[in-house]
Structures are given as structure tokens and as C-alpha cells.
């Protein structure tokens, strides 16, 4: 690939484009450790960490514990449960595997707004109006991509490796623990990553879940935050939502490499 | 060679059917859910009191209600609108000129682009409402910057062009999948046949639109599929920052499902808006698809 240098009309257009996209995340900053923070874009006036007490502390600290053990629950339900079934259905000659695995692109279609009313019909009735439930409600829900997705990544990992250490004498599930795993492990964070941040994420369902303020995520915890009328304290909120952005961001880019291959793999195969 | 079944697979098949229950458990659970929103469309059931538990087939009066009463043509309308400019128009024609005007080039530029472009792809997207209806809002940024310095009165962007504000706050939001999908879709195009074609003497604009769409389309395709789906049945970041007002104005399906199930109670007819948002995600697929499909 060749290195020549843009051209100044391509540069300043592209230096408009960063500036659209930085510009909310200055205000952002700016507002977070200001502590007498009024929304508009300053200069703060003394810098202190005040909000990012606040945003830890109470029922704010209580929250960012329930948005880590749903998206870490849901991520690792989803994993374990789609990495079991994807290997023998990469592996295995099942009848009407290719019948099973159009249906799972058409689930992985569906829409999760399409099925929260039994969702939340069921849920009601099982008495998993809560954590738990958001949790097993989004395994169900990622569960067709994430299956797919790992079925791909087991279809590249080569038959010859597990041969050879089938011939060495080793068992199944050394065969599983030591070499099919170690392979497969730029898929494993891949897809173990998608489901961490869309359980982090959501918002719609942690929204009819969840009944009490201590029961919030942290999605539904800065709605509920920012939606109430009267003043708004911008400070405690620029900070809540630095706080809660901040994990998917570093995770992210802890295992970008990882990603970039294994998102290009999504896009193409989908 | 693939199709034999290995020796250490074979002696262990209860184990690998065993493994595979719990995805057939909750597999199983999904199509019974879809298949309930189905049976939950034909009945009067509500949220609460007498009808949530005495309630009784309507047969097909909620999707009679679709088209006679006020609010779903309207939703979808806000929706088509909402998809089109933010998503096809938005997301996707920037993300590939983003991908193409960066093609080839190294260094600082790209990086911060591509970081910034990134971060908002990233941020949760209660995050993304917060920053976008607090900067539009009376008192916020864009007032600050662009409004009051001249003299102007401020205005209140987020009440008065809240269908534009969403629009932009879901391009800012979204772009960065189609940019990395089109970057991913441009890598695949051989630089040969580009300089080919430079030689022949065909014009920046011809080389586009002749010979990189053409090669790149099933990419183009698998990245509106993606993205239709995503946008036609976003909810979260548009009912944090405008709640679908004000007034109707951006309640897209999404939140007129949610209103109609969860805050007024109606969950058959609810059921019915979501077999509907099914059939035309279905439709749009399909449609996709082709294009997929259809021989080079």
C-alpha cells in the first residue's frame, strides 16, 4: 500500500470531520470535572473529582455493580453455552444442519423488540423480574449470532491438529482444553467482547425489568437520571456517563487487533 | 475428508449431545416467544387488571387498528424517514467516503479519525442521548457556539428540529460499523485493477462508481442489511433523548410499540406492532438478499 500524503482540501475536511466527532466528548470532559458544572462549555472554574465521587457512590456505585453482572453474566452464559454447541455442530454430520443453521441466521435476524412482550410475560410469571432475568433474556436473545459466529471460528481451526493429538492418545476433552480452545481464542474474545457491550448497553430491557432505582443498570440509572424535570446537574452526569462508557472503550481497545480480524469476519459471513 | 465422522468424536457423542442442550433449550425458548407474540397479536390481553388474565381472541381487529387508528402509519413514516437519512443516507455514504478518503494513506490523520469515529461507535447509547440532548438543548453547546456569539437568540434544537437532532446525534452515533465494513470492503478490491484502470484513463469519478461499487457490492449489501435492521428497530437512543416527542414527532415503531405495550397497557395490540416491524425487517431482508444473491 502506497503512503502518499492527503491533500490539503481532504485534510481540512477530515479535520471537520474529527471536530464533529470530538466536539461532545470536550464538553463531556469539561463538565465532568468541573464541580460547579452548568451544562455550558467552559473553562472550569476550579477542577475537582467531586462528581466522580458522587457517580461511585450510593445507589450510582450500586448500579455500575448490576450493569458488570449482567453484561459479565450474559457474556459468559453466552459463550459457554454457544461454544458447546458450536463445536459438535462444526464437527459433527447431524441431519438438517444446514436447515438448523438458516434458521439461526433468521433468529439472529430477528429483532429484540419483536419478542419482549413474552419476554416480559414470562418473566412475570417465573418471578425473574430482576437481574437474573435480564441476564438469561439476553443469552436467549444473542444467543443464534453468537452460536453462528463461533460455528465459523471452529470451522477454521484444522482437523489435522486434533488428529495428531487423537493419535498422541489424548481425550476428547484434551483434545477441547488444549487444542481446540488455545485456536480458537481471538474468536472466544470476539465474541465473548459483542456480548459483554450489547448486554452493557441495553436499555429496554433492563427499562421493563427493573423495578427499583438499587435494581438499575446503569443504562436505565442515567435515563432515569437525566429524564427527571428540574434542575440538572450536569457535573454528576458527564461523570456517571464517563464511568459508564469507560469500560467498553478500554476493553475495546485491549483486544482491537483481535477484533478487526474477527469483525471482518462477521461482516463477510453474516 | 470433513464428512467422516473422527474416532474421538464418535466415541464421545452423548457428550457432544450433551453439550449441545442447554443451545437447544434456549434456541427452542426464542421460537416460542416469537411464535406467542404471534398467538398474543389475535387477543385483547393487557398489562393490567380484567384483561391480563381474562382475555379473549379478537381475531384480526388489532391489525385492523393498525391502519384505521392514528399512530402506527404515522410511526412508520417517522421510522422510513429516521432509516433512510440517518442509516442509508447517513451512515453508510459517509462511512464509505470516510473508508476511501482514507484508503491508502498512514499516519496521524487516519488515526485520530478513525479513534474519534470510533469512540462514538462505542459509547453506550444512553451516553450518546445524554451528550446530544444536553449540546442541543437551550443552554447547550451548539447554542454556545454557533447561535448566541452572533447576537441570536438561542434556540431550543432539540424541541424544535428534534427529527433532524436524532437523525444526526444516530449518524454521529453509527457511522464508525459501516466505515470499518467499508474499509474491510475496499482491502478486498485488487490495487491492480484500479491502476488498470487509471492507465485507461478513466476519471476518479468513473473508477467509483464502474469499477470499486460494482466489486464491493455484496459488502454494500451485507451492510444495509445490517444497519436497516439496527435503525429501523433502534429504540434506546431516540426515546432517551426526545421520549418520541414532542408531541408524535420522532416516535419511530419502536417506541410506539413500547408505549403501547408497556405504558398504556395494550399488549395484544403491542404484539400486533411487533409481528408488523417483523415483516417489514423480513421484507427489507429479502430484499438484500437478493442482491446478495444475484450472479456477478
Known amino acids: 500500500m502506497d503512503t502518499k500524503p492527503p491533500s490539503r482540501a481532504l485534510t481540512i475536511a477530515l479535520c471537520f470531520v474529527v471536530l464533529f466527532w470530538v466536539s461532545p466528548f470536550v464538553w463531556l470532559f469539561a463538565n465532568a470535572v468541573d464541580p460547579a458544572a452548568n451544562g455550558s462549555l467552559r473553562v472550569p472554574t476550579a477542577i475537582g473529582f467531586d462528581n466522580f465521587i458522587d457517580a461511585f457512590s450510593g445507589n450510582a456505585g450500586r448500579q455500575f455493580l448490576n450493569s458488570i ?124 467482547f459483542f456480548a459483554f457491550t450489547g ?67 462477521v461482516g463477510v459471513k453474516g | 475428508m470433513r464428512r467422516q465422522i473422527r474416532p474421538w468424536l464418535a466415541s464421545n457423542g452423548w457428550l457432544l449431545a450433551a453439550g449441545m442442550l442447554p443451545a437447544i433449550v434456549l434456541i427452542g425458548a426464542l421460537l416460542y416467544f416469537t411464535g406467542w407474540v404471534f398467538a398474543f397479536s389475535f387477543t385483547d390481553l393487557e398489562l393490567v387488571g380484567r384483561k391480563s388474565i381474562d382475555w379473549s381472541w379478537v381475531g384480526l381487529d388489532n391489525y385492523e387498528r393498525l391502519f384505521t387508528r392514528k399512530g402506527f402509519l404515522d410511526s412508520l413514516w417517522t421510522t422510513l424517514i429516521f432509516t433512510l437519512f440517518s442509516a442509508i443516507i447517513g451512515q453508510s455514504v459517509l462511512g464509505f467516503l470516510l473508508a476511501t478518503a482514507l484508503r491508502g494513506t498512514r499516519g496521524v490523520l487516519r488515526n485520530v479519525v478513525e479513534v474519534s469515529v470510533m469512540l462514538g461507535w462505542l459509547l453506550p447509547d444512553i451516553v450518546a442521548a445524554f451528550l446530544w440532548s444536553a449540546t442541543t438543548s437551550k443552554t447547550g453547546l451548539v447554542n454556545n457556539l454557533f447561535v448566541t456569539p452572533f447576537g441570536a437568540a438561542p434556540v431550543n434544537f432539540i424541541n424544535d428540529l428534534a427529527l433532524q437532532i436524532v437523525i444526526i446525534a444516530n449518524i454521529w452515533k453509527g457511522t464508525a460499523w459501516s466505515y470499518l465494513l467499508f474499509v474491510a470492503a475496499l482491502d478486498s478490491v485488487p490495487k491492480e485493477v484500479i491502476e488498470a484502470a487509471k ?75 411487533s409481528v408488523a416491524m417483523l415483516v417489514i425487517v423480513g421484507v427489507m431482508s429479502l430484499a438484500y438478499i437478493r442482491m446478495l444473491r444475484e450472479p456477478k
Open chain 1, 199 to 265: 448486554a452493557w448497553n441495553e436499555f429496554m430491557l433492563p427499562l421493563i425489568f427493573s423495578r427499583t432505582e438499587a435494581g438499575f443498570p446503569m443504562s436505565v440509572g442515567l435515563y432515569a437520571a437525566f429524564g427527571q424535570n428540574g434542575a440538572i446537574d450536569y457535573g454528576f452526569l458527564a461523570a456517571f456517563s464517563i464511568v459508564y462508557a469507560a469500560p467498553v472503550v478500554v476493553v475495546y481497545f485491549l483486544l482491537r487487533r483481535n477484533l478487526n480480524t474477527g469483525f471482518a469476519g
Open chain 2, 199 to 273: 492507465v485507461d484513463g478513466a476519471s476518479p469519478w468513473q473508477r467509483a462508481w464502474l469499477i470499486v461499487l460494482p466489486m464491493i457490492r455484496t459488502h454494500i449489501a451485507t451492510n444495509l442489511l445490517f444497519i436497516t435492521i439496527a435503525t429501523v428497530t433502534y429504540f434506546a437512543l431516540i426515546y432517551a433523548m426526545t421520549g418520541g416527542g414532542p408531541g408524535r414527532q420522532t416516535q419511530v415503531l419502536a417506541i410506539f410499540m413500547y408505549e403501547q405495550s408497556f405504558k398504556i397497557g395494550k399488549l395484544g395490540y403491542g404484539s400486533a406492532i
Open chain 1, 69 to 192: 453482572y449482567i453484561a459479565a453474566g450474559t457474556a459468559t452464559l453466552t459463550v459457554a453455552v454457544a461454544a458447546a454447541a458450536a463445536y459438535p455442530l462444526s464437527r459433527m454430520i447431524i441431519p438438517g444442519k444446514n436447515a438448523l443453521l438458516w434458521l439461526l441466521v433468521l433468529l439472529r435476524m430477528l429483532p429484540s423488540t419483536g419478542v419482549i412482550v413474552p419476554l416480559y410475560f414470562s418473566a412475570q410469571a417465573t418471578g425473574l423480574l430482576n437481574i437474573f432475568g435480564i441476564i438469561i433474556a439476553l443469552t436467549i436473545l444473542n444467543l443464534p449470532f453468537t452460536l453462528l459466529l463461533l460455528k465459523n471460528f471452529f470451522d477454521t481451526v484444522p482437523l489435522e491438529l486434533e488428529e495428531a493429538a487423537y493419535v498422541d492418545g489424548a481425550s476428547l476433552w484434551q483434545i477441547i482444553r488444549q487444542v481446540v480452545m488455545p485456536l480458537s481464542r481471538a474468536g472466544l474474545a470476539v465474541v465473548w
